[in-house]
């Protein structure tokens, strides 16, 4: 066996430790080797080297019985976070600190309306990063990466970003940016991607996992046997224009006629009704179609028919294609799914039986329309993260 094998395996076997002990506190050492089928040794010795790197703590238990007190293990979550980067928003730039149990340590939002490059929101992200840390000058955290959701593809052939709905983003190196300006690990993935990491971190023992996301466009991300379908560029899983619509409609992104975003993004699903002021902001023409749909007419039911069985229909190709364990829905959708449903199911009893006779779970969470995109970049840094490196 090479070295290299070598050094794999007890990297592999460190962090399986620390998967038992991410979200659990007090475990021994027996439990542990219980639970990953390492033996006892083995978790042992890795456990040692653990603490001695400050990964895990020894929590001391009183004397409860007589005999040995076994020792009671935890992992020092606070002490290894995580830097976020929320650059989706047009003119915004949330940052956030957040340990490996997810919890947010420290979160800002600000207005970057006056910066005109992604070299210069970089820029200001470190300061802001610099800042953090001058005003905690006695922490001793380290930090394991930095995430970026992004409102693009990166494209891990040229390392560019690609099909960037903010134009200030397209093209741009943003990786290696910010590898440059915060020397740390860096991850950066779209929102899709990352809630389905997440939903993989969240739901164990769910290997295969899609996550579909309608606001202000169509995306999804898709797990499969574990790990996250990229493609050869990194481009996959692009589904907005997968040509199911109304073929009378031109996509105004590709030109092509019939794109499912055209008519499932929030702007598509507001022009159903065409009294609503296109001149509005968009959130504000939203709320007009909520609360249309919750004054039920001809117009609103051939409306709801019509979106339900759309978004029924690009969920059974999905299902169909992946057979996944869990189909997750999140975004501005699930503030009017109840009314799709039974226009969504009809497509899915449909068009993809078997899967739906095979307990499909189908998950509409309507607080994931705020979907926390800090806890999915942790998830994301933390399973690249090598602990004894
Ligand atoms: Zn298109």
Same mark, same amino acid.
């Given at each position: 066996?090479?070295?290299?094998?070598?050094?794999?395996?007890?990297?592999?076997?460190?962090?399986?430790?620390?998967?038992?002990?991410?979200?659990?506190?007090?475990?021994?050492?027996?439990?542990?080797?219980?639970?990953?089928?390492?033996?006892?040794?083995?978790?042992?010795?890795?456990?040692?080297?653990?603490?001695?790197?400050?990964?895990?703590?020894?929590?001391?238990?009183?004397?409860?019985?007589?005999?040995?007190?076994?020792? %009671?293990?935890?992992?020092?979550?606070?002490?290894?976070? #995580?830097?976020? &980067? $929320? !650059?989706?928003?047009?003119?915004?730039? *949330?940052?956030?600190?957040?340990?490996?149990?997810?919890?947010?340590?420290?979160?800002?939002?600000?207005?970057?309306?006056?910066?005109?490059?992604?070299?210069?929101?970089?820029?200001?992200?470190?300061?802001?990063?610099?800042?953090?840390?001058?005003?905690?000058?006695?922490?001793?955290?380290?930090?394991?990466?930095?995430?970026?959701?992004?409102?693009?593809?990166?494209?891990?052939?040229?390392?560019?970003?690609?099909?960037?709905?903010?134009?200030?983003?397209?093209?741009?190196?943003?990786?290696?940016?910010?590898?440059?300006?915060?020397?740390?690990?860096?991850?950066?993935?779209?929102?899709?991607?990352?809630?389905?990491?997440? %939903?993989?971190?969240?739901?164990?023992?769910?290997?295969? #996992?899609?996550? &579909? $996301? !309608?606001?202000?466009?169509?995306?999804? *991300?898709?797990?499969?046997?574990?790990?996250?379908?990229?493609?050869?560029?990194?481009?996959?899983?692009?589904?907005?224009?997968?040509?199911?619509?109304?073929?009378?409609?031109?996509?105004?992104?590709?030109?092509?006629?019939?794109?499912?975003?055209?008519?499932?993004?929030?702007?598509?699903?507001?022009?159903?009704?065409?009294?609503?002021?296109?001149?509005?902001?968009?959130?504000?023409?939203?709320?007009?179609?909520?609360?249309?749909?919750?004054?039920?007419?001809?117009?609103?039911?051939?409306?709801?028919?019509?979106?339900?069985?759309?978004?029924?229909?690009?969920?059974?190709?999905?299902?169909?294609?992946?057979?996944?364990?869990?189909?997750?829905?999140?975004?501005?959708?699930?503030? #009017?799914?109840?009314?799709?449903?039974?226009?969504?199911?009809?497509?899915?009893?449909?068009?993809?039986?078997?899967?739906?006779?095979?307990?499909?779970?189908?998950?509409?969470?309507?607080?994931?329309?705020?979907?926390?995109?800090?806890?999915?970049?942790?998830?994301?840094?933390?399973?690249?993260?090598?602990?004894?490196?």
């Amino acid at each position: 066996m090479q070295i290299n094998d070598l050094i794999d395996i007890k990297n592999k076997n460190a962090k399986s430790i620390l998967n038992e002990l991410r979200f659990k506190d007090m475990l021994t050492k027996k439990s542990i080797a219980d639970s990953t089928k390492l033996s006892f040794a083995t978790v042992s010795n890795l456990c040692n080297e653990l603490k001695v790197l400050g990964i895990i703590v020894d929590t001391k238990v009183g004397e409860k019985r007589i005999g040995r007190i076994p020792d %009671v293990l935890s992992l020092d979550c606070d002490q290894f976070c #995580i830097v976020a &980067l $929320d !650059v989706q928003l047009e003119s915004a730039l *949330g940052f956030a600190i957040v340990n490996l149990r997810h919890q947010i340590i420290h979160k800002q939002l600000f207005d970057i309306s006056h910066l005109n490059t992604a070299q210069e929101v970089v820029e200001f992200a470190a300061r802001v990063f610099q800042d953090y840390l001058a005003a905690n000058p006695d922490s001793t955290v380290t930090y394991i990466g930095l995430g970026a959701s992004i409102p693009a593809v990166f494209d891990s052939t040229t390392g560019l970003l690609a099909l960037s709905s903010l134009p200030i983003y397209e093209n741009s190196p943003l990786k290696q940016l910010l590898v440059d300006a915060f020397n740390m690990p860096v991850y950066v993935d779209n929102l899709t991607n990352i809630g389905a990491l997440s %939903v993989y971190t969240c739901y164990p023992g769910h290997k295969n #996992i899609i996550c &579909l $996301d !309608v606001s202000q466009g169509v995306g999804v *991300g898709i797990i499969s046997e574990g790990s996250l379908i990229r493609g050869k560029n990194g481009y996959a899983t692009e589904i907005a224009h997968m040509p199911i619509g109304d073929l009378s409609l031109r996509c105004p992104s590709c030109g092509g006629y019939g794109c499912v975003e055209t008519e499932l993004s929030l702007t598509g699903m507001t022009r159903c009704f065409p009294d609503v002021d296109e001149e509005l902001p968009l959130l504000k023409r939203w709320e007009c179609l909520i609360q249309k749909m919750r004054n039920p007419s001809e117009e609103t039911e051939s409306v709801v028919r019509h979106i339900g069985s759309l978004i029924g229909q690009l969920s059974a190709i999905l299902i169909n294609l992946f057979d996944p364990d869990i189909f997750f829905i999140t975004g501005y959708i699930t503030d #009017i799914f109840d009314w799709l449903k039974p226009y969504f199911y009809q497509e899915l009893t449909l068009r993809s039986s078997l899967s739906m006779n095979r307990s499909l779970e189908i998950i509409v969470d309507q607080n994931a329309k705020h979907f926390n995109i800090y806890m999915g970049l942790c998830d994301a840094l933390y399973n690249l993260w090598n602990p004894l490196h």
